[in-house]
């Protein structure tokens, strides 16, 4: 407090902290972070390094530690998570403005798609292979998740998962790390706007480094052993993409990663992030991870746990209290030198100063902002347009879709036909003074599509879970009395999302039995499938002759299926993660090793002796109701050397009868070299527009990058020798193949 303090001292610290920020924009950020750290007691920097969530109702002060608000006011807070609301928000900064040096508190959130308007998850998304789309996303959600008071949310999740047991396969981007990387940066891109410090930018945060997608039999925070080629490979570059593309900050991760937690890891985290890769920004610790790793085995108790820690580069500490407890005495102790304490509270507040918290520490709390951006009816739209690019269409038997808008009866029958909230899936944000009637139900969509004249009969069948059947009859009755049958199944929305992890990935309960009672009855069945992973479902992918893949849409998701479903949209989506067809074949992925005797020879292979190798659908998967033929591919060489570009290109025509877009997809395979490479990998992709029996040429550049991959010193090589290069229209659906040689 400043009154506490000699009057002249207090002179002195208002010019320095009030004047230096009024004439920001003259002074560099780093300048006013030096002058400002100078005035900083030890418990104050530690402070800084101190994340606390606000209380889940939102509604007093009451807190585990009883006096959180104690603890702000005297400036031993950095941040906050859990707080929303310009109320909330400013309620909190007000009382961090009480503390001695004002610094203001920075606000976090896990606005993972969508704030008020929730966009389809993560993975839904990812696999409209969109990425101005996917951007536009991320900046919707960022505009009203910073007129509610947030400065920084924790997403993009860019885990590579392939794993569809795990639950959080929903929050990322699926299986490929180069699809992946470009999701991150359009993710990153579009959170963080062309500026922090533009009110409607939020801090982005690459989560959660690092392989925490590669959790032991898909069972969420478990251990992860990997060898260092796969990490490089696989699981690093969407986080690389992300520092590329200024991510502000970096959350690591619950799990062990060939023995050292992620959060005690100095390989990761000052090594390769902060050393390597020259990573300016901080890094938050997940919930509790520091203080985990006592559990874990690693350290003794949280002053160990605390040592290790900050050691290892993580900046600030996630509800663990560990610094806060610990830091003081580590470093008077001479544990920890005060510069490393330094370095992370100077990453801290450098992003503090970037998004402009001491010009106006209430610079986001505008409630009128708040009322206009969250009622802003553009959003709705852009929810929706986003939520039509992410449903897959898996099967479409004699064109069974798109349905007539003038079908007579149509039966809509299943548990999810009338859920509302169960459309926004897990990781939704409950926005206060918001309640979930915004979101359009299947039901809703389906009834304001259609005709006046058409009829639309409801039964629920069954529920979600459970053995019940009683309900079938009623469902098979108003079947009966329909020209056609939608049925929505699939799981429940939080059978997904974090600590949500599933051994057996069917679909559950008595859905698949009651499809097969409607299928009895002879009429065509439309199946919506609604999940927040890749599901195995077999029976139905087998028998039901039309199926849509919608997973979770968000508050749109009603308007969007009817959209799909009455062709006023063409599905174009296609799936970035592979649908197993049984548990046993997990992990299953397209970029697979070739093997010594691979499954296609003669003799003992590497196969299953009761299953298939290959996935029930593939990565690159999802139809239309066009068809499109792919012709002409030529290279502008047969020969390349390493400084010199390829170029590709191929002739893409609808054949069909509706206008629509196609992912064309460019994959790789380096035939001999001195790591063994994957039997095919994704270097490129194309998603194009063409109108009915319309015909467009397609080029795609090969550069030496794009035949690079880690030798065995772990350095990016191009080696010489013969390129297999395929086109197609999934990763199994090859349509085109020819050969190249990069020579030196
Ligand atoms: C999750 C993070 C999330 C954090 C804050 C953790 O349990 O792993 O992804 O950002 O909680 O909600």
Redesign the pocket.
């Known amino acids: 407090m400043y009154l506490k303090l000699k009057p002249a001292l207090s002179l002195i610290l208002l010019l320095l902290i009030h004047l230096p920020f009024a004439h920001a924009q003259q002074k560099s950020v780093d300048h006013q972070v030096d002058s400002l750290m100078r005035l900083m007691t030890l418990q104050e920097k530690i402070g800084q390094l101190n994340q606390y ?1 606000d209380d889940w109702t939102a509604t007093g002060p009451v807190t585990v530690d009883n006096d959180k608000t104690r603890q702000v006011r005297n400036g031993l807070v950095g941040s906050m ?2 707080c929303k609301g310009t109320d909330r928000t400013r309620w909190w900064q007000e009382a961090a403005m009480k503390s001695r040096l004002k610094i203001p508190l920075l606000f ?3 606005v ?1 798609h969508g704030y008020k308007t929730t966009f389809p998850i993560p993975l839904a998304e990812a696999c409209s292979w969109d990425i101005d789309a996917l951007s536009l996303s991320a900046r919707t959600a960022a505009t009203e998740a910073s007129a509610g008071g947030i400065h920084w949310t ?2 993009p ?1 860019v885990d590579i998962a392939r794993d569809p047991r795990w639950g ?1 396969v929903m ?1 990322g981007a699926g299986e490929d790390p180069y699809l992946g990387s470009l999701i991150a940066a359009a993710r990153v891109k579009g959170f963080q706007g062309n500026k922090l410090g533009d009110v409607n930018s939020v801090m982005a ?1 690459a ?2 480094f690092a392989a ?1 997608g590669a959790a032991i039999g898909g069972r969420d925070y478990n251990t992860v052993d990997m060898s260092e080629r796969m990490l490089w490979e696989v699981y690093l570059p969407p986080f690389k993409a992300a520092v590329d593309a200024g991510v502000a900050t970096f ?1 690591n ?2 799990n062990i990663l060939n023995g050292i937690p992620a959060t005690g890891n100095s390989y990761l985290q000052r090594e390769i992030l902060k050393g390597q890769w020259g990573f300016k920004g901080f890094v938050v610790s ?4 520091i203080g985990e790793m006592v559990t874990h085995g690693f350290v003794k108790n949280d002053y160990e746990a605390a040592l290790a820690a900050i050691t290892a580069g993580s900046d600030l500490d ?2 663990s209290r560990c610094y806060k407890n610990n830091l003081a005495q580590l470093v008077t102790e001479g544990k920890v030198p005060l510069a490393l304490v330094d370095d992370a509270v100077r990453r801290i507040l450098e992003k503090k100063f970037e998004l402009g918290l001491f010009d106006d520490p209430f610079k986001y709390c505008n409630a009128e902002r708040e009322q206009k951006e969250l009622n802003d009816p553009e959003n709705p739209k852009i929810a929706r347009e986003m939520a039509v690019r992410s449903i897959v269409l898996l099967k479409n038997q004699n064109n069974l879709l798109p349905l007539s808008k003038s079908t007579k009866t149509i039966a809509f029958i299943g548990p999810l036909v009338k859920a509302v909230k169960q459309n926004k899936g897990f990781w939704d944000v409950e926005v206060p003074g918001v309640d979930s009637g915004f979101i359009v139900s299947q039901w809703e969509g389906v009834k304001n599509k259609i005709g006046a004249d058409a009829k639309l009969l409801y039964a629920k069948g069954c529920e979600i879970e459970g053995s019940d059947k009683s309900g079938f009859a009623e469902a098979v009755n108003i079947a009966n009395q329909a020209d056609v049958v939608i049925l929505s199944i699939g799981e429940r929305r939080n059978m997904s999302g ?2 949500h992890s599933r051994s057996n990935i069917g679909i559950p309960g008595v859905q698949e039995d009651l499809l097969k009672e409607l299928l009895a009855t002879g009429k065509p069945v439309v199946v919506l499938i609604n999940a927040g992973r890749p599901l195995i479902f077999n029976y139905t992918a087998d028998n039901a002759p039309a199926i849509l893949y919608t997973w979770w849409l968000g508050s749109e998701a009603g308007n969007a299926i009817a959209d799909v479903i009455f062709g006023d949209y063409n599905p174009s989506a296609k799936l970035t993660i592979s649908f197993p067809l049984s548990v046993g074949q997990i992990p299953v992925y397209y970029s697979h090793l070739n093997t010594g005797r691979p499954a296609s020879g003669q003799g003992n292979t590497s196969s299953y002796i009761d299953l298939s190798n290959y996935p029930k659908y593939e990565f690159g998967y999802g139809l239309s109701y066009s068809t499109f033929e792919y012709s002409n591919l030529t290279l502008s060489s047969d020969k390349m050397k390493s400084d010199e570009k390829l170029v590709a290109t191929v002739i893409i025509k609808n054949t069909g009868k509706y206008a629509g877009e196609e992912i064309v997809q460019l994959y790789l395979r380096d035939v001999v070299s001195s790591i063994v490479r994957p039997v095919k990998e994704l270097k490129d992709f194309k998603k194009i527009a063409l109108k009915a029996g319309e015909s467009k040429t397609i080029t795609f550049t090969i550069d030496k990058e794009k035949l690079s991959f880690y030798n065995q010193q772990l350095k990016r090589v191009a080696e010489p020798g013969d390129f297999d290069l395929m086109i197609g229209a999934s990763s199994k659906d090859i349509r085109l193949t020819d050969k190249f040689e990069l020579v030196n």
């Open positions: 969530s998570l859990n976090g959130q896990d993972v924790f997403a999740m959080r929050e945060c989560k959660h925490y959350m991760s619950f997940d919930w509790n991870s996630m509800e974090e600590a």
